[in-house]
């Protein structure tokens, strides 16, 4: 079952007990500590902390998984997309998102883990992906929203990383983030659309999604600030440079008047604007609820991850005969 993080090489080095540092070592960490005090970029080849790197190893490979489990609630709806035009856009996205899930997997492969070792953290339940992807997509209402809220979490949490201290994961990140913009519009404008122009049938169905994907939305930002054992190291080494929650605080501020806008009401009734503190206050998110989810136990965790079990196991043909051609060429070329 899906349970764990991707810390399937301990999270200290030697697995917890303190490791005895050289004095070479130690020199090291203070130049690795002095380049990122002055915000420059670490490089794949540079030196680094190991913890670092078994940090950006758990933080990238859980993104790209959550890249790839996030095809699997919009794939549902491609063959019921209601025109040609929503058809084709939700055809680019879903693969977009797939070629996000490959630049991750690049970029985390840069850091000495291979494809397979992430592979198999997943599909053995090991690793994390995003909360979000255990929910249902119930209607085409959902897809909508998926792409105004998910996505719009999503470009919130992500530009930041565009700056992220690790050099490759900040390059796979612009192009993503570019194409996530993309994303949040076209399905702001999928819901607007609906709200604007459809009966009022769609139009409840618009708000029955929003009522259900906000407060999952609101939690892909992790946990409060206090509940979050990594974010401090995190910010330190320049992997994330906002908070959790000030990062669902800067969402909660744009989503109210995008709601607004489109003329939807978002399911909190203690959310409203605090004069003092120039932000809006929120009612009570159910933490209960994220933590069950991310231990495996959400309303499709076992699907999502036997869905991408079946898919690894259908593909092995594919991944044997690219494997069998490549050999092929190297006979091939040292025969000629
Ligand atoms: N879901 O100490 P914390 C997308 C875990 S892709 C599951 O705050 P951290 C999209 C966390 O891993 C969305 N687990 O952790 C794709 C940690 O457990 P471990 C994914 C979560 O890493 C397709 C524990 O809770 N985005 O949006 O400092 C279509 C304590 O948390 C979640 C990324 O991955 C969660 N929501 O901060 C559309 C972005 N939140 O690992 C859209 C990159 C927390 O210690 N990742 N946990 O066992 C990040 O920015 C950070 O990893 C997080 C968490 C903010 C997610």
């Known amino acids: 079952m899906y349970t764990q993080a991707m810390d399937t090489m301990g999270k200290e080095p030697g697995d917890g007990k303190k490791a005895v540092r050289s004095a070479d070592e130690m020199r090291l960490e203070e130049n690795f500590d002095a380049h990122i005090d002055a915000g420059d970029f670490i490089e794949a080849k540079d030196w680094m902390p190991d913890h670092y790197r078994k940090t950006l190893v758990r933080q990238i490979s859980q993104h790209a998984h959550s890249e790839i489990v996030g095809m699997l609630p919009e794939g549902n709806w491609i063959s019921r997309a209601p025109t040609l035009k929503r058809k084709a856009i939700l055809l680019a996205k879903v693969q977009d998102e797939g070629g996000h899930g490959l630049y ?27 909360s979000i992807f255990n929910y249902p997509t119930l209607t085409w209402a959902d897809i909508g929203t998926i792409g105004w809220l998910v996505d719009g979490a999503a470009i919130m949490n992500q530009v930041p990383i565009c700056r992220c201290s690790y050099a490759p994961y900040a390059r796979a990140m612009i192009r993503i983030c570019r194409e996530e913009s ?27 999604a929003v009522n259900r994907w ?66 809006h206050d929120h009612g009570t998110i159910d933490w209960s609820e994220f933590w069950r989810v991310i231990a495996g136990d959400g309303p499709c ?27 092929k060429q190297t006979k091939l070329k040292e025969a000629a």
């Open 214 to 279: 906000w407060w999952p939305s609101i939690m892909m930002f992790g946990p409060p600030d206090d509940q979050s054992p990594n974010s401090a190291q995190s910010m330190r080494w320049g992997i994330k440079r906002f908070s959790n929650d000030d990062l669902r605080q800067k969402f909660i501020d744009a989503a109210v008047e995008q709601a607004r806008i489109l003329g939807v009401t978002l399911p909190d009734p203690d959310l409203k604007w605090n004069e003092e503190r120039q932000a």
């Open 182 to 208: 993309f994303h949040q519009r076209q399905g702001y404008e999928a819901l607007l659309t609906m709200m604007t122009k459809g009966t009022d049938a769609q139009k409840a169905m618009v708000q029955d």
């Open 301 to 327: 965790n076992r699907e999502r991850l036997a869905t991408r079990v079946k898919a690894w196991e259908d593909g092995a043909w594919v991944r044997e005969a690219a494997l069998a051609h490549a050999r």
């Open 104 to 130: 991750l997997y690049a970029a985390a492969e840069t850091l000495g883990t291979s494809r397979d070792q992430m592979f198999d953290a997943l599909h053995s339940g090991k690793a994390k992906y995003s």
